[in-house]
Structures are given as structure tokens and as C-alpha cells.
Nanobody
Framework: QVQLVESGGGLVQAGGSLRLSCAASGRTFSTYYISWFRQAPGKDREFVASISWSGGIMNYSGSLKGRFTISRDNAKNTVYLQMNSLKPEDTAVYYC??????????????WGQGTQVTVSS
């Protein structure tokens, strides 16, 4: 069993930065791929980034690559999402999710409750 708790969201001006954290319970954290998603009001949830078990493989949504960076510290059971040059359209609730396999289309086993990011213009 893994529990995920996101933190680090808040209100920031356009052009600013935030670092989100996804803290996990459980001793098997390092065996999970972790992804970040976001959902803006009235829009579908969209993929943001993912990171492999060891942190050696990262994938990003094409539109966000270069501004967002995902990383993980398995010793701290935490995955981070560094977000730079934020834009108003980045406003959303950000969620982290965990799954055992990176196979596309495979379901996520665990989700966090989300953290709100609001970017003002």
C-alpha cells in the first residue's frame, strides 16, 4: 500500500516558479513509476511528466518540456516537480500518481489528493 501526499502548490505570478512535492508512505516506493498530472477547471486531466523507478528515465508532455523538471529522491520517498516560467494557463490542480509498470495505458495504482497551483497574470 502506498499513500501519496502532494504539497508545494500556491499562488504565484506569471514568470515565477514553484516546486511541488509528492511524498509517499510505504517501503516499496522505489518500485513505482511516478507521474504528475494536472486538471484545470472545465478541462480533462492531462499528463505532465513521469519518472522511472531509479529516476534515470523522465518523460514530459511536449508542451511543458523545458519549463518543468521531474526528479525523485527514493531515500526520502519523494518525487518533485520543479516548475519554472509559469504561465496563467498552468493554473490547475496537480496530482501525483504511482504505478508499477510504465506500459502505456496501464492503470495507476495510487493517486494523491492534489495540490492547487494558481498563476496570476
Amino acid at each position: 500500500q502506498v499513500q501519496l501526499v502532494e504539497s508545494g502548490g500556491g499562488l504565484v505570478q506569471a514568470g515565477g516558479s514553484l516546486r511541488l512535492s509528492c511524498a509517499a508512505s510505504g517501503r516499496t516506493f522505489s518500485t513505482y513509476y511516478i507521474s504528475w498530472f494536472r486538471q484545470a477547471p472545465g478541462k480533462d486531466r492531462e499528463f505532465v511528466a513521469s519518472i522511472s523507478w531509479s529516476g534515470g528515465i523522465m518523460n514530459y508532455s511536449g508542451s511543458l518540456k523545458g519549463r518543468f523538471t521531474i526528479s525523485r529522491d527514493n531515500a526520502k520517498n519523494t518525487v518533485y516537480l520543479q516548475m519554472n516560467s509559469l504561465k496563467p494557463e498552468d493554473t490547475a490542480v496537480y496530482y501525483c500518481a504511482a504505478r508499477k509498470t510504465p506500459v502505456p495505458g496501464s492503470p495507476y495504482d495510487y493517486w494523491g489528493q492534489g495540490t492547487q497551483v494558481t498563476v496570476s497574470s
